[in-house]
Every structure is written in C-alpha cells, then in structure tokens.
C-alpha cells in the first residue's frame, strides 16, 4: 500500500482558523491561503517525492539542510523580543511599559518548547539532528556545501525581516510561521513516518525516536499554541502603540513567506530524482 495522505495542508489550515473569533486577522489569512492554494499543493507534492524511496546520503543531506534553514527560528524570535522589551523600557507610560513588555512575553512564547523548557532541556535543534542522523547515520549534511540558495535565502529574509523591517511585519512573520508550521509539520509527519518505516527499516521505538523532532509539532499541537502567542502579542502590541497590524501588512508577509518557503522546499524537492 502507497503514501495516500486524506488531509490537504490547507484543510489543516481551515481547523486552525476555525479556532479564532471572527475578524481581520481571520479573514485576511483565509483569504491569502486561498490565494496561494496552488503552492500548498505544490508543497505536498515536494514532501511526498522526497518520502517516495530510499535516497542517496548525498541527496537526504541536501534535503536535511535545507529543511532545517526553514525552521528553527529561535534567534529572530529572541531579537523581536529584545526589540519589543526596548519599547517598554524606554516607556515611561506605566500601561505602555506593561502592553510592550506583555507582547514581549507573548511572542517569547513561541519558543518555550524549541529551547526544551519543560523537557528537560533538550532543544528542537538537537531533535532535528537525532531525526537526521536517523536517516543519514553522520552529520555532514551540515556543511555548506549541501547548502541551497532558496533555503538561506528564506532564512536570512526571516531574520533580517524580524530584527530590521518595522515591528507589525516581524510580529505578521512569526504569527504566518507557526500558523504554516503546523500545516507543514503535520503533512511531513506522514510523509516521513511511511518513507522511514518502509525505505529505511526504523520501526517500532525506534521510529518514534526518530521522527520526535516532527511529532512533537503534532503531538502537543505546538505550534497551534505558538499561534495564538502571537495574536496575543500583536494585540499587546496594539494596545502600547496605539496602531493597528493594518491588514496589508499581514497580507504581504503571507505572500511572501509562501512563495519564499514555496521556492526553498521546491528547489530541493527538484534535486530528487
Ligand atoms: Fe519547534
Ligand atoms: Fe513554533
């Protein structure tokens, strides 16, 4: 029996923003999702070639490469911080210091789990390096020479976006990141779960072990939670600046972190052959 996955990334997408209240923030990711349904199909394509047989370390190290540079965002999530704890800092409006220093804390949040806070500090980082190891038995797939252009690209857009564009857009990419990573996350779940059970012999514990790095997404429903931080930073934020996350904002972010992300995962999937 084949990978047959019921579940398209953008039905996932819909449980999650059947979760939010009415208003802008809903409809305006509904409505860029839609906008971009080819690319998630696109995506799911991607996933599903590059879990469709056993690969060549070669192959599996470009891809373990690149996948990495889209996520594991902690550093940009740490700068935006620091940004938002200087607003509050400098504040001298009681109410303004605490609204910044709350959406601080909220956006914080979002990395709780990737640092390994309540799991005995072991870090998502050395998840990801336990699941590739899993599959290519070294960690050279480390190297920059298994680098791929489109993936750094998106990497260093998020970083650079989140410490240097104004704030509504950093806070519109770390809220777009985790809202995508879920999806992501629990369409590569199955994906990698049939490709390492059926091409790489992992089964049992060991498959669990394996593929902790994804699961931990699905499981706890993490990213779910890391959403809902960042509306609840963006309206902290709101509230201390006294402005709007105009909804043009947020529409743009989308646009590009899908077509980015679209073009990095894309890339890679066209070196599996
Ligand atoms: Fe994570
Ligand atoms: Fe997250």
Redesign the pocket.
Known sequence: MGLNIQKTMIATMGEVLDMLPEGDIKKTIKQSVQNKADKFSSLEKAFEKMCSKKYSDETMNLFLNGWKATHLKMLPIYGLSCRLNQLGMASEDKEQKLAFLESSAYNAK??H??LGMGFDAISHGQLYDEFAFSMVKSDEWKLSKYDTKEANDFSSWVYRSMLLESIPYALCINMF??FY?HAEYAYSFLTFKYSMDNFYGIKGQELEDAIRYIDV?NQYE??IH??MAVINAIEKYEKASKEKVSTEIMNQVISIYIDKVCEAIETIAKKFD
Request: hydrophobic share 10%.
């Open positions: 979002t990395s789990e990737d990141s985790e990573n997404h993490t990213e890391h959403f």
